[in-house]
């Protein structure tokens, strides 16, 4: 009987870090996306002059970037 407790304590806990580990591997692919992206709006921008929608796309990046630093810290 305590076997079966055992068991049915730990899965909340598989669940929770299944879950966490998905939504890491979710977020992380976004950011890689989300630089390639970046670096093909460089690419086709002037030397001189960066557009508007790079400094939000390097914004968006940074976003996504502090998010996940504080839940792999916290997790």
């Known amino acids: 009987m305590q076997a079966t407790q055992q068991t049915s304590q730990e899965q909340p806990v598989r669940t ?3 879950d966490r580990q998905k939504k890491l ?3 992380t692919d976004k950011l890689l996306a989300l ?3 970046l670096k093909e709006r460089v690419d086709k ?3 001189d002059v960066l557009s ?3 400094i939000k796309k ?3 990046i ?3 970037a502090r998010s ?3 839940r792999l810290k916290t997790g």
């Open 16 to 18: 929770e870090s299944s």
């Open 25 to 27: 591997s979710e977020d």
């Open 35 to 37: 630089a390639i992206e």
């Open 45 to 47: 921008t002037n030397k």
């Open 52 to 54: 508007v929608d790079v």
């Open 58 to 60: 390097a914004d968006e």
């Open 62 to 64: 940074e976003k996504l």
């Open 68 to 70: 996940l630093k504080e």
